[in-house]
Each structure stands twice: as C-alpha cells, then as structure tokens.
C-alpha cells in the first residue's frame, strides 16, 4: 500500500526571510521608477567650471615658469663655471709646466733640489704648510708654488659649486616635470567638462566670448584718447597690439602664442626693455600704482591675490592681455577677469 506523506512546510524564519527579501525588491524597483534622471549640468554651470580650470591651470603655469626660468639660468651659470674650470685648468697646466722648466733646468746644471723633487711628484699644498721646504727653495720657485696653490683651490672651489648648481638643477628639472602634469591634469579635465556639451552648446560659449571681445574693444577704440605711461610703455603697448588674435599657450613667450607674463615680457622686449619672465617676478620690477584711476597705457596691471595674472593696461579700464587656454590675445574689461584687480606697475 503506497505510502502519503504531507509535503514539509517551510519554517516561519524562512517564510519571513522571504517575505522581506521580496519587499525589499519590490520597493527598490518602485525607487528606481520613480527616480528621476541625473540631470546634466547646464551649459553655464560647465562654463563655471571650466573658467575655474583654467584659472587654476595658469596658477600652475606661472609656478611652472619660474622653474623653467630658474632651469635656464641654472644651466647658464653651470655652463659659465664649467668654461673658467676649464680655463683654470689650463692656467694650473702652464703654471705646473713652467716649475717643471725650473726643476730640468736645474738638473741639467747639477742636480734638482730634493724639495722640488718632492712636489713635482705629489701635491704642493703639504709642502707650502711647511716653512724648511720654502727656506730650501728660490723666491722665483715660492711664488710659482703660491701660484699653483691658489689656482689650485680655486679650482676645487669652483668645481664644488658647479657640483651644488648641478644638484639644484636635478631637483628644478623634478619640480619642472610636475608643474607641467598639474597644468596639464587641469586642461585636460577642462576639455572633458566642454565635451559634455552638445556642439550647439559649445558654438554658443564662443559666440559670447565674441561678443565680449568686440564689446571691449569698441570701449577701448571709443572712450578717448589715453597718454602711455612713456615711450617705452607706449612701444610695448603697441607690439603687444600687433598679437591681438594671437591664441594662448601656456609657458609660451611668442611670437606666435602666448601665456599671460608671456605678452608682457614679449611686448616689452620689443621696446628694448628686459623685464622679469613671471608675473610674479614683473610686480616687483618697476613702480607700484595703487589705485586704478592713476594707471596709464603700457603699465603692468595684476590680478588675484598671488598675482598669478599679468595684462598691458589699455585704458578706460580695460586691459590687454593673453586670458587664459581657448582663447586669444584680446581687449577685456577689467572688472571681468575674475579676480580683483591688485595693482599696476609702470616699467
């Protein structure tokens, strides 16, 4: 006779474990259809963003210049060490060979004196210390000594600064390297920012960056005439003039791109005057103007509490000047750059 079992009942932990695990997903599925979309930042929010990239990126560029600034003069003065080492060696050469003259000499007449003998075979600095060596030599071969000596330790000295300059360049060459990768990490998140936009988005930004530049540049050609702060501020002004259009490209000098302290120096290059690479460095070179009303055409005008943005002051408060990554050199207001407006400096 067949067997009839009941079925075995779950128990009630299971039953409740269940139970929940079903609410659980029925209530993350009603979540979900309910949520609304992550909405996309609008096209002035990643403007927003974008500018404050950029800023940042030519903070990091200014930094950047001074190592590179620094580089160069480093390898310039190593350079210059190296050729007076080189120099001095020679010098050090004929010195030792004119002793050598001395020391054949008298052996050709009888003999060399045991002392002479001595050095020309070792260093002369643990005989000069010694005063029964001078006694045993001439007045002509204790002065040919001294020489030798004191070229000697020049040498030495110099060799060892040209081994500090070489140690400073390495860690500026590091230092170089990572400038570099934070501007570069700052543009590049930049351009993902600007590719989220849709190409309609992205001809609009330009288009009001257009009608910023021909707005600023009809107040600058309509608001009077304005007197350059001198003939060299004036000739500066007007080179600077002739890159209007010119894109910047951050740590460029000219003449085919710019950064901000790039124009400057470039601009007042071509009147003859060498000023400081970085913006930094340029505040400190000619003479301070603090208030705006004072400033004249061709002074230097800065911006942001670090001075990390350097322009030509074009008049009627506006200022010339390479603005930052995506754009050219071009007329802006003053008030529009986006950060206070520090000090000028007349070169």
Same mark, same amino acid.
């Given at each position: ?81 190296? &050729?007076?080492? @080189?120099?001095?060696? !020679? ?8 002793? #050598?003259?001395?020391? =054949? %000499? $008298? ?60 140690? &400073?360049?390495? @860690?500026?060459?590091? !230092? ?8 570069? #990490?700052?543009?590049? =998140? %930049? $351009? ?156």
């Amino acid at each position: 006779m067949a067997s009839h079992r009941r079925p075995k009942q779950p128990s009630r932990t299971r039953v409740t474990v269940l139970t929940t695990a079903a609410a659980a997903a029925v209530a993350l599925s009603s979540q979900a259809a309910n949520a609304a979309p992550s909405e996309k930042p609008s096209k002035d929010e990643v403007k927003a963003k974008v500018d404050k990239l950029y800023e940042e990126a030519e903070q990091a560029t200014e930094k950047y210049n001074g190592a590179k600034e620094k580089q160069e003069k480093l390898q310039k003065e190593i350079s210059t060490i190296q &050729d007076n080492v @080189a120099r001095g060696q !020679e010098e050090l050469n004929e010195l030792r060979d004119g002793l #050598g003259s001395m020391a =054949s %000499a $008298q052996y050709r007449s009888g003999g060399i004196d045991p002392s002479l003998q001595l050095f020309l075979s070792a260093d002369p600095d643990n005989y000069l210390d010694k005063a029964s060596t001078l006694d045993q030599l001439s007045g002509q071969q204790v002065e040919a000594l001294k020489k030798i000596q004191t070229k000697q330790r020049d040498l030495a000295q110099q060799r060892s600064e040209a081994s500090e300059k070489l140690k &400073d360049l390495s @860690a500026t060459r590091t !230092e170089l390297g990572k400038k570099k990768k934070q501007v570069q #990490g700052k543009l590049s =998140s %930049a $351009q993902k920012l600007l590719n989220t936009l849709t190409a309609q988005e992205r001809a609009a930004l330009q288009e009001e960056e257009q009608r910023s530049n021909r707005a600023s540049e009809r107040q600058v050609l309509t608001g009077g005439k304005t007197t350059p702060a001198s003939g060299r501020a004036g000739a500066a002004f007007a080179a600077a003039q002739s890159k209007i259009g010119t894109p910047y490209v951050y740590g460029a000098t000219g003449p085919s791109s710019f950064d901000c302290s790039g124009l400057t120096s470039w601009a007042y290059a071509q009147a003859g005057v060498g000023i400081p690479r970085t913006s930094q460095a340029q505040a400190n070179y000619g003479t301070r103007i603090s208030s705006m009303s004072d400033l004249q055409v061709g002074d230097l005008v800065f911006f942001f509490s670090d001075l990390h943005h350097v322009g030509l002051y074009a008049g009627n408060g506006q200022v010339l000047h390479a603005p930052r990554t995506g754009t050219n050199v071009r007329y802006e207001s003053m008030g529009t750059i986006g950060g206070p407006f520090m000090f000028g400096v007349r070169v």
